[in-house]
């Protein structure tokens, strides 16, 4: 059974950090393509940052410079760390793994970033 666990949500402070976590089960996570996504309530869910199984990164532009996504191979497990958190990043974040047409999804992890 296919199981990736976000962890690491909560409510912060702009200009705060938070660093959140997926943990991957069930799959060969040293071939998948990893990703974070958000989804804020009453918008559409949008890419946040993406890694390749050789660590190889992007990132949307609204996020450059202040997240860093990262993965570790040997704990299955990818991670976001999100600096100088602003309001407009408040939303639920879902960690995904990719690997041709194969796509798994986690159940996301609410962020909360007050003014």
């Known amino acids: 059974q296919v199981q990736l666990a976000e962890s690491g949500g909560g409510l912060v402070q702009a200009g705060g950090s938070l660093k959140l976590s997926c943990a991957v089960s069930?799959?060969?996570?040293?071939?998948?393509?990893m990703g974070w996504y958000r989804q804020a309530p009453g918008k559409q869910r949008e890419l946040v940052a993406t890694?390749?199984?050789?660590?190889?990164?992007t990132y949307a532009d609204s996020v450059k410079g202040r997240f860093t996504i990262s993965r570790d191979n040997a704990k299955n497990t990818v991670y976001l760390q999100m600096n100088r958190l602003k309001p407009d990043d408040t939303a639920v974040y879902h960690c995904?793994?990719?690997?041709?047409?194969?796509?798994?999804w986690g159940q996301g992890t609410q962020v909360t970033v007050s003014s």
């Open positions: 069930g799959i060969r996570f040293n071939i998948y393509d």
């Open positions: 995904n793994a990719r690997q041709l047409t194969i796509l798994y």
């Open positions: 890694t390749t199984p050789s660590g190889t990164t």
